[in-house]
């Protein structure tokens, strides 16, 4: 916590508390906000800190000791997203130690019905001093059922989360607890501004090199190769490849129109909404099934996850696969699920033109929620107002499709978390078939023509290769890709 210095002075007054389960009592790992009568944080000196925007806090294994001026005093504790915040204000006094019991209350466990939560993009900087023990501590705190922890290379930063091999860290994890050491391989056209882009590759068995190209290595490395090789390796191993950042690289639609994606990370690492589901939108209405993932990238710096829906028992390998075949809604915190004619996200419900469809909206919540929205080839189709306090419900919406594209729910609300981050969830698309062509499957084509035009015209005349044969290869391969647009138009 950048600005708060730890203190150590036995004249204040201790508080010492035990973080429980309000049905089991025993023990929870959780994240804990104290402000002291002045308004400023306090810790334990030795406590893994919080990273992230909003409230400073510390993780802890479920019980802490902490020194605090005397007078009233406020703590917060959460675990993930799952469990209800619980908040209490106490009079800190001298030669009186106070002891706390601080029990949190799961008010909703999806796991009991299949799904479960994960974050795919992870990394810890250069300067994290304990990565193994956050790395232990990150999963549990956050509730995470999945974390993938990933290399990258920015001109040799020697950063702390690519010391672990890559693969299932199980001596960090546990079999409700997996985390997994992938890759994020990258590259950009300038310092921050994306070139072909991030793209990250989960379920690896080794390492697929190169990590980046071009800028991210020298001033003088080659825009070379492009990522889609990547994609085709992680394949092969068979692992996942999916766009971060939401698809502000280049390469992205191609990666999509060649069918080399698997998913797309939103809300990844923060909010930026309407901008942040553009390129997402324009490629579902093109036909490409591209799930919703998400992550938090530097660090778990926010509630952002993907749940994924396994069918049958838990295994990492389950919930890659459910993430692949599109049963995944993201969130910070509240559970939305959607239903069109009992067929799940990722499946494909055909219909006539006389055909009726019912669509189910379920929505729990222990934060405000402000609205339900039912979006349509990329349009909103219908809203349902929530009213104040409601925390679920269900809302069943019957309508007749006109022609074929997809439907997802998305949810709003004007309530932030301890993150300041918008409260908000959003479910991967159900694909509709009625055996009309939507009309924005041809606006997104034209957008993505238009765009890889730009990126050709760079390709040309500015990027870097070692030899014309490369400069050939890629250009080849961005064309592909277009032509693929330009079939659909």
Same mark, same amino acid.
């Given at each position: 916590?950048?600005?708060?210095?730890?203190?150590?002075?036995?004249?204040?007054?201790?508080?010492?508390?035990?973080?429980?389960?309000?049905?089991?009592?025993?023990?929870?790992?959780?994240?804990?906000?104290?402000?002291? *009568?002045?308004?400023?944080?306090?810790?334990?000196?030795?406590?893994?800190?919080?990273?992230?925007?909003?409230?400073?806090?510390?993780?802890?294994?479920?019980?802490?000791?902490?020194?605090?001026?005397?007078?009233?005093?406020?703590?917060?504790?959460?675990?993930?997203?799952?469990? =209800?915040?619980?908040?209490?204000?106490?009079?800190?006094?001298?030669?009186? *130690?106070?002891?706390?019991?601080? *029990? %949190?209350?799961?008010?909703?466990?999806?796991?009991?019905?299949?799904?479960?939560?994960?974050?795919?993009?992870?990394?810890?900087?250069?300067?994290?001093?304990?990565?193994? =023990?956050?790395?232990?501590?990150?999963?549990?705190?956050? !509730?995470?059922?999945?974390?993938?922890?990933?290399?990258?290379?920015?001109?040799?930063?020697?950063?702390?989360?690519?010391?672990?091999?890559?693969?299932?860290?199980?001596?960090?994890?546990?079999?409700?607890?997996?985390?997994?050491?992938?890759?994020?391989?990258?590259?950009?056209?300038? %310092?921050?501004?994306?070139?072909?882009?991030?793209?990250?590759?989960?379920?690896?068995?080794?390492?697929?090199?190169?990590?980046?190209?071009?800028?991210?290595?020298?001033?003088?490395?080659?825009?070379?190769?492009?990522?889609?090789?990547?994609?085709?390796?992680?394949?092969?191993?068979?692992?996942?490849?999916?766009?971060?950042?939401?698809?502000?690289?280049?390469?992205?639609?191609?990666?999509?129109?060649?069918?080399?994606?698997?998913?797309?990370?939103?809300?990844?690492?923060?909010?930026?909404?309407?901008?942040?589901?553009?390129?997402?939108?324009?490629?579902?209405?093109?036909?490409?099934?591209?799930?919703?993932?998400?992550?938090?990238?530097?660090?778990?710096?926010?509630?952002?996850?993907?749940?994924?829906?396994?069918?049958?028992?838990?295994?990492? !390998?389950?919930?890659?696969?459910?993430?692949?075949?599109?049963?995944?809604?993201?969130?910070?915190?509240?559970?939305?699920?959607?239903?069109?004619?009992?067929?799940?996200?990722?499946?494909?419900?055909?219909?006539?033109?006389?055909?009726?469809?019912?669509?189910?909206?379920?929505?729990?919540?222990?934060?405000?929620?402000?609205?339900?929205?039912?979006?349509?080839?990329?349009?909103?189709?219908?809203?349902? =107002?929530?009213?104040?306090? =409601?925390?679920?419900?269900?809302?069943?919406? *019957?309508?007749?499709?006109?022609?074929?594209?997809?439907?997802?729910?998305?949810?709003?609300?004007?309530?932030?978390?301890?993150?300041?981050?918008?409260?908000?969830?959003?479910?991967?698309?159900?694909?509709?078939?009625?055996?009309?062509?939507?009309?924005?499957?041809?606006?997104?084509?034209?957008?993505?023509?238009?765009?890889?035009?730009?990126?050709?015209?760079?390709?040309?005349?500015?990027?870097?290769?070692?030899?014309?044969?490369?400069?050939?290869?890629?250009?080849?391969?961005?064309?592909?890709?277009?032509?693929?647009?330009?079939?659909?138009?």
């Amino acid at each position: 916590m950048a600005g708060v210095e730890a203190r150590s002075d036995t004249s204040r007054p201790i508080l010492h508390g035990r973080v429980t389960d309000h049905g089991t009592g025993e023990l929870l790992e959780a994240q804990v906000h104290i402000l002291d *009568p002045g308004g400023r944080p306090a810790f334990p000196l030795d406590a893994i800190q919080k990273v992230g925007t909003g409230l400073a806090g510390f993780y802890t294994c479920g019980e802490f000791t902490v020194e605090v001026p005397s007078g009233l005093v406020t703590v917060l504790v959460e675990r993930g997203t799952e469990y =209800e915040p619980y908040e209490v204000t106490v009079q800190a006094s001298m030669g009186t *130690p106070c002891e706390l019991t601080l *029990p %949190l209350h799961r008010w909703v466990d999806l796991r009991k019905t299949g799904w479960y939560g994960g974050n795919t993009h992870v990394h810890y900087d250069e300067r994290e001093t304990r990565p193994d =023990e956050r790395l232990e501590l990150d999963t549990r705190v956050h !509730d995470l059922s999945v974390m993938v922890i990933s290399h990258l290379e920015r001109r040799g930063i020697p950063y702390s989360s690519n010391k672990y091999r890559v693969g299932i860290l199980a001596e960090f994890g546990s079999d409700s607890h997996v985390i997994d050491c992938g890759e994020e391989t990258r590259h950009n056209r300038g %310092l921050w501004e994306a070139g072909y882009g991030h793209l990250l590759l989960v379920g690896l068995q080794h390492a697929v090199e190169p990590l980046s190209r071009g800028l991210l290595v020298s001033d003088s490395a080659p825009d070379y190769p492009p990522l889609c090789r990547a994609c085709d390796e992680a394949r092969r191993q068979g692992g996942l490849a999916i766009w971060c950042h939401n698809g502000g690289g280049m390469e992205a639609p191609v990666a999509a129109a060649l069918g080399k994606l698997d998913a797309l990370n939103l809300f990844d690492p923060f909010w930026a909404m309407p901008e942040e589901y553009t390129v997402w939108y324009h490629l579902l209405n093109c036909g490409f099934h591209l799930p919703a993932s998400t992550g938090s990238d530097w660090y778990v710096c926010s509630n952002n996850r993907v749940y994924v829906q396994v069918d049958g028992p838990f295994s990492y !390998d389950a919930w890659l696969g459910g993430l692949r075949a599109g049963r995944s809604f993201i969130t910070n915190g509240p559970a939305l699920f959607v239903r069109v004619d009992g067929c799940r996200p990722g499946d494909v419900v055909r219909a006539g033109p006389d055909h009726d469809l019912e669509t189910e909206v379920a929505w729990e919540s222990c934060h405000a929620v402000e609205r339900i929205e039912l979006v349509l080839n990329g349009e909103v189709l219908s809203v349902r =107002e929530v009213s104040s306090g =409601e925390r679920h419900g269900l809302w069943r919406f *019957p309508w007749r499709p006109q022609e074929d594209g997809w439907l997802a729910a998305r949810l709003v609300s004007r309530v932030r978390d301890s993150y300041y981050q918008p409260v908000f969830a959003h479910t991967s698309p159900v694909w509709l078939h009625v055996g009309r062509p939507a009309a924005a499957r041809a606006a997104s084509a034209a957008f993505f023509v238009k765009s890889l035009d730009k990126v050709l015209q760079w390709v040309h005349a500015c990027a870097r290769f070692a030899d014309e044969e490369q400069r050939a290869e890629v250009t080849d391969l961005f064309r592909s890709g277009q032509d693929e647009f330009r079939r659909l138009l």
